[in-house]
């Protein structure tokens, strides 16, 4: 299993941490501040206060043995910046980092970060896409030609199997999951019945996931 280390806690470092613990994975939650810690303690696997610009500490941690760890320090650029950049010599293997502009940005990129996210801005493009879109329920963007869907099931899939609604033929995507309450079926097989209500977890093309949100 993927472990994974979020060093800031604040909004969106908590949020992530929690999501990632909710979908089973280990997390480590990392923040100098006592109380932040102390709030997420009991709902991630590990917590531990601690100075992210301290080497030693990180050490300490085992920053290193995690598959990945994300910068997400906010407003403190000069911190967010050392931080990737000492992660990187630590030897970590993917470091994902949280920048506030552009330039931000590429200055990440520049000093090593593996991955850089813009929180702000792609939560906005997000919020824009739910709402214009009735059947959306989130959307990570792979490329600027791909993407993963969670979607609500099309009311014309409800009572069919995976293989009568034929998304990969007629639509050229691919069911990777589908959330059903608090239940999720995991690769879901060609006889999985589609229920009204399910939560299709889907990739493929933009233009193929706009055409089968249309259906």
Same mark, same amino acid.
């Given at each position: 299993m993927r472990q994974f280390a979020v060093i800031g806690l604040g909004r969106f470092g908590s949020s992530l941490a929690l999501t990632l613990t909710r979908m089973g994975y280990d997390v480590l939650a990392v923040d100098t501040n006592e109380e932040k810690v102390n709030n %997420? +303690?009991?709902r991630v696997t590990h917590a531990a206060q601690v100075d992210a610009m301290d080497e030693q500490a990180l050490k300490a941690l085992g920053i290193r043995n995690f598959d990945v760890v994300v910068v997400a320090i906010g407003q403190d650029v000069q911190s967010n910046i050392l931080v990737t950049v000492m992660l990187k010599d630590l030897g970590v293997k993917m470091v994902v980092s949280k920048a506030i502009t552009e330039l931000h940005g590429r200055v990440?990129? &520049? $000093? /090593?970060?593996?991955? $850089? %996210?813009?929180?702000? &801005?792609? +939560? /906005? $493009? &997000? $919020?824009a896409q739910a709402l214009v879109s009735k059947n959306i329920v989130d959307q990570i963007n792979l490329s600027p030609d791909y993407s993963i869907l969670e979607m609500t099931a099309p009311d014309g899939l409800s009572g069919k199997t995976l293989a009568q609604g034929a998304l990969r033929f007629k639509h050229g995507v691919t069911v990777l999951a589908i959330r059903r309450g608090n239940d999720v079926i995991i690769s879901p097989g060609a006889k999985q019945v589609v229920q009204q209500g399910d939560v299709l977890v889907v990739v493929g093309q933009n233009s193929k996931l706009r055409a089968l949100e249309e259906k």
């Open positions: %997420i +303690m009991d990440l990129e &520049r $000093v /090593g970060a593996d991955k $850089v %996210i813009f929180p702000e &801005r792609d +939560m /906005g $493009v &997000r $919020v």
